[in-house]
């Protein structure tokens, strides 16, 4: 059964901040953990061996787009996702209902599902929870979601009736699960409303998922809302499963809701700032097209352990922006994909020696210096 | 003195195709080879270490983009061009004479040098035979070029006054050349025209250069006649020197003028097409964005050892260009160098077994299947 297959083992706690394992067919995935995004069964301009180099333990895709291009059907027919993009490593597929909310053209929600119209090519297509674990069996990753509405968290009568139905859509998804090597996370929603984050995370766990997810955060909300709603979910999440907080990727973030008990995050940060030529460093970001970089020796950061800052100095970088050069792509990605999994291995080792604390004080404060 | 550090070893002759060693300050390179162009101090989309990985032994780097930007003295400051581009094998730059003349937008030549407007910026610049090597000494490549002009190839007349001045402006080079860790090559000009390349061909061997260059082919002018040129001129040059083809680079292209006496090439052409979704084989270009492709679990070829090759499939690398993802540019490029790297190295073998003939034989017969 999938709860054997998905055990999380919990190995450390300090306060309410986590460290554990958890174990996929694919892998050990330490938690807490960041996961990049590959949206299109790529991570943007990382080739599958420089995410090996990367040691990344966990790479999400985006059932949204897979689905419309190239077709999870032929995902399926090239031995799924970890055979087509040659990642040997743990996969998470998100449901594909944010980016049905979010990207596409226009869409119709009613009880059975959601009808939408591509934003490639604007043709239209339907999802139900049903047809979303059908394409996520399709795609074969190891952790896969229910499929869920996002809704725009403010309207309380529309987060009350959206909630109700991704709880039915949840057990729909769960019923729909066919593959036994797949674990299907269920999704806690509800806006800002503390009674209904509660009500939500009390349904979700209800269902026993190998491992539930906090959605519609990030979207809008202020800090002190998403903590609250983090904070009220998570005293009602079950201790023995992992906890993912969804498109949820600051430094800053990972630190304070890792102490608020979360254990995986993903988001497409890393990679799109490293396209907009933004270095994240521990002291926050650096502008790399800035002059004052062009004949600047040193690497972007200079305790950094990655490929990028162990070869190349910021006048390099420097230069391959200005140059229009896309290996700054490339460069930037690694970068900041190391400096967010570097993180969370040292939060890790900080909740194991009980020492989270000093290190989220410590850590916060040199990243506003 | 340059050279003796410049030493060309012949291991092998087979008709007029040679095998050999160039030995440079940055490691030995074997004869014949092909170099990947990185114009901007990057070969487009790829890292120093997928270029260690792909076993490039020469890299070109180009004089006129350096110059224009980041500017040669800060490349200077920086270590030189092996530093800053984190490349510690040989590099060639070239003389910026074919840049001047191909990419910027007016010119304006003269017996001392020329003046030309930027690409990038319209301002107004000047290159002198002496600027040059000076600009070639900041960079720091193993082999720099010495400065000339690139004629429109049919004019007899201009060619003629143009190949005398190119003649004086190789004197001026040699002479303004101040750094002995530098091999400077000569160049060969001449257009179309036999007794024109001959002369060129017997004035630049007599200034006794560590390597010689014939340039001004592959612009225009017919196979037949590009193929005479390099005949005339190999009959002249000595044997004891590499002969760099400047800016050649098909595979036929590499089979045909390696049988010729050509030891060094390098072209645009692997990272260009990648770039434009084709893939090179010993069959012939694969455009990758064909339909045919979307559900070939095959590699691009069978018998290629390349990363992507050993990767993914052509149906993967088909998905990332309809999806617009830059790594098929990388993956690509990475094939593309490879199949241009493996070819040479199986033409130097052949060389060396006595059997260039067979191999060119069978190889031009596939390609052409």
Chains 1, 2 share one sequence.
Request: hydrophobic share 40%; charged share 20%.
């Amino acid at each position: 059964m999938a709860q054997n297959i998905f055990e999380y083992e919990l190995i450390a706690e300090d306060g309410d901040a986590r460290a554990g394992v958890f174990h996929t067919p694919h892998g050990e995935i330490p938690t807490p953990i960041f996961a990049p995004v590959g949206t299109q069964a790529t991570v943007k301009s990382l080739t599958s061996r420089q995410l090996t180099e990367l040691d990344a333990k966990l790479v999400l895709a985006n059932t949204y787009h897979l689905y419309l291009r190239p077709g999870d059907d032929l995902v399926a027919d090239m031995g799924g996702l970890h055979a087509f993009m040659a990642w040997n490593g743990p996969i998470l597929t998100d449901s594909g209902g944010f980016q049905v909310f979010s990207l596409s053209d226009t869409r119709q929600i009613d009880e059975d599902g959601v009808t939408f119209k591509s934003h490639i090519d604007g043709s239209t297509h339907r999802f139900t929870p049903e047809l979303s674990i059908r394409i996520q069996e399709n795609l074969g990753a190891d952790i896969m979601m229910a499929f869920d509405e996002c809704a725009e968290p403010y309207d309380r009568e529309y987060n009350c009736r959206s909630m109700e139905r991704t709880h039915r859509w949840a057990e729909r998804s769960q019923a729909a699960q066919s593959r036994q090597d797949q674990a299907l996370f269920g999704i806690v929603q509800g806006g800002v409303f503390p009674d209904l984050r509660e009500e939500s995370a009390r349904f979700i766990a209800s269902l026993d998922f190998p491992g539930n997810a906090i959605g519609g955060l990030s979207v809008g909300e202020t800090k002190p809302e998403m903590h609250a709603m983090i904070k009220v979910v998570n005293d009602v999440l079950p201790q023995g499963k992992p906890r993912y907080l969804m498109g949820v990727g600051t430094p800053r973030d990972l630190v304070e809701c890792i102490g608020l008990g979360i254990d995986i995050f993903d988001c497409v940060l890393p990679t799109r700032l490293a396209r907009h030529n933004a270095a994240m460093t521990d002291n926050g970001r650096m502008n790399m097209m800035n002059a004052q970089y062009a004949q600047d020796e040193r690497p972007i950061s200079a305790t950094c352990t990655c490929y990028t800052c162990q070869t190349h100095s910021r006048a390099y970088i420097r230069h391959l922006i200005q140059s229009h050069e896309m290996l700054s792509g490339t460069l930037l990605s690694i970068h900041n994909i190391h400096t967010l999994l570097n993180l969370v291995a040292r939060i890790r080792a900080a909740i194991i020696a009980g020492e989270y604390q000093a290190f989220a004080r410590a850590y916060l404060a040199q990243l506003k210096a």
